[in-house]
């Protein structure tokens, strides 16, 4: 057992170890104390941070295969690599799994009263309402009644529960912006560890901003990848492993800031939940129950009545109903069901599904647009977004039969059909000085955001969808003709001439592209699927 320990503390100082062990043991050929040691729960998170990085340096090696010389029949070992390799890191995120709901169910209390949680269930408002006047008579701000998901460090530090001086060095990464939070996360990842973005006040913003850090490193993956593709590979595969490499870095840091930030919020939760603070959140509910009873005691004794019925025959009642409250609640039959507050005469308001509206017939193909006055040029639009590069392909087809296509960079796929939505959208206006143009695209997301940018008139209220340079120096471009440009959402794949082409053409934009299919037969496929359009074809490529 000496030994065991020996090594696990070996395993935990040493990543290449770690490494090399885990794959030792997927391949089977690791020995019974490896084995013994890897089968902790304390290591399933470091094993799956192992097995992330070797899976994208697989990645590399194949991409790499894929652009260099050299036999073809390489490439298959290579892939078959890469795949134990991603089957590994399924089951090592599966083992993470099962050890996070280990500590949920660590952290859960006995459930409250069930005529309490019925209460709430069949009144939320007003519990709520009384829940406020309950944190004012105790003077408690509402705040402390739950910890937020995502900021609870900074919940923490507020209501007492995390403590201590928080160091100069660490103070000047919580107070930077964004930007500066990213930049340090890829020096980091590219030159030396940053160990202070562990501590308390920091991690769950490194987690949340690990993404955008990542996206950089796809961003240089793309930029390698399109510098081997535009001239012979001697001497220009070098950066395409460099930044595989810092790829596979920044996504071990980011796993690791996701497990730390969890084990955060399960520390804050358990502190939140004893002592003063949590005397204080139990006395408040209290509080609040008492109130309802005194406003709404119909409702109180008629839940009393159902909750005593329903333990009589209830399996879970020496457990406190811990599952039952929604159900009894939606069952719940009152004599004179009380209203909520400001609900009095309202009408019911019919659901929003948030879809297209269908096509009445299969040959009417643009119903949908039965709305727009005449002489409206509609374009439709689409994107796609490779693997591990930021390189996208984006292509757009118009009622007139012109289309056209092109690559960019993207970090997300919403950023991506904000790409083909822009460029979709500027061709229309550049083809007709005074025309209105309306650009339909299958993606929520960024018709969403094209809203927001084009109403605001600044690429800034789009949030975080447009990371990249190219897609905001595309969303200034488009800004100024904000009053000519509506962009709506279309459901897609459902047959729909334009949307198929605008998919197609962006499809074949991003293999053309990343050298994953030949530039003739590349062009034959374009021809093909313009070709299919009602009206004469016209390709526009960037």
């Not at 069949?122 to 705040?143: I, M, N």
Request: proline residues 6%; hydrophobic residues 45%.
């Amino acid at each position: 057992m000496v030994r065991n320990e020996s090594l696990a503390q070996h395993l935990a100082d040493d990543f290449t170890a770690l490494q090399e062990a885990v794959l030792r043991r997927m391949n089977g050929t690791a020995d019974a104390a490896t084995l013994e040691t890897l089968a902790d729960p304390g290591f399933a998170e470091p094993i799956a941070v192992a097995l992330t990085h070797a899976y994208i340096r697989a990645r590399g090696a194949v991409r790499r295969a894929e652009l260099g010389p050299g036999p073809s029949d390489r490439l298959r070992p290579l892939r078959r690599e890469a795949r134990r390799l991603a089957a590994a890191r399924g089951e090592a995120e599966a083992a993470c799994g099962r050890v996070r709901g280990q500590a949920h169910a660590a952290l859960s209390r006995p459930p409250e009263r069930l005529d309490v949680r019925v209460t709430r269930a069949v009144l939320p408002s007003a519990y709520q309402d009384c829940l406020r006047t309950a944190c004012a008579d105790l003077a408690l701000p509402e705040s402390v009644l739950s910890v937020p998901t995502g900021a609870a460090g900074a919940w923490a530090r507020e209501h007492g529960v995390l403590t201590g001086e928080v160091p100069a060095p660490v103070r000047e990464l919580v107070e930077c912006d964004d930007a500066v939070f990213v930049a340090a996360l890829l020096r980091d990842a590219r030159e030396e560890e940053n160990g202070r973005l562990a501590h308390d006040a920091v991690v769950e913003r490194w987690h949340r901003l690990a993404s955008p850090a990542l996206a950089w490193g796809r961003y240089a993956i793309a930029q390698a990848e399109l510098r081997a593709l535009a001239r012979p590979p001697h001497g220009t595969l070098d950066a395409l492993e460099d930044a595989y490499e810092d790829l596979a870095v920044l996504a071990c840091r980011a796993r690791e800031a996701k497990y730390l930030a969890f084990r955060l919020s399960c520390r804050i939760r358990r502190l939140a939940s004893i002592g003063d603070l949590g005397a204080k959140i139990t006395a408040a509910h209290v509080t609040a129950y008492a109130l309802m009873a005194e406003l709404r005691p119909e409702v109180i004794s008629a839940v009393q009545e159902a909750v005593q019925a329903h333990q009589v025959g209830c399996a879970d009642n020496p457990a406190n109903c811990p599952r039952c409250h929604t159900a009894l609640a939606g069952t719940l039959v009152l004599a004179d069901p009380p209203k909520e507050a400001g609900q009095e005469n309202v009408p019911p308001v019919a659901e929003d599904t948030d879809t297209a509206s269908p096509l009445p017939e299969a040959d009417d193909r643009y119903a949908l647009l039965a709305d727009l006055p005449p002489g409206v040029r509609v374009v439709v639009a689409d994107a796609a977004l490779g693997d591990d590069s930021a390189v996208c392909g984006y292509g757009w087809a118009a009622e007139d039969g012109t289309t056209g296509l092109g690559i960019s960079m993207a970090a997300s796929s919403g950023e991506a059909e904000i790409i083909g939505i822009c460029e979709a959208a500027l061709s229309a206006l550049h083809a007709d000085d005074d025309a209105q143009v309306v650009v339909l695209c299958d993606s929520k997301q960024a018709v969403t955001c094209l809203h927001t940018a084009l109403a605001e008139g600044s690429p800034d209220p789009a949030h975080r969808a447009p990371l990249f340079p190219e897609s905001r120096s595309l969303l200034e471009r488009l800004l100024p003709h904000a009053g000519r440009v509506d962009v709506r959402w279309l459901k897609g794949h459902i047959g729909h001439e334009l949307n198929e082409t605008a998919n197609t053409l962006a499809n074949l934009a991003l293999r053309r592209a990343t050298g994953r299919i030949a530039e003739r037969t590349a062009r034959r496929a374009i021809d093909d699927a313009v070709r299919k359009l009602p009206n004469a074809p016209t390709v526009t490529a960037a």
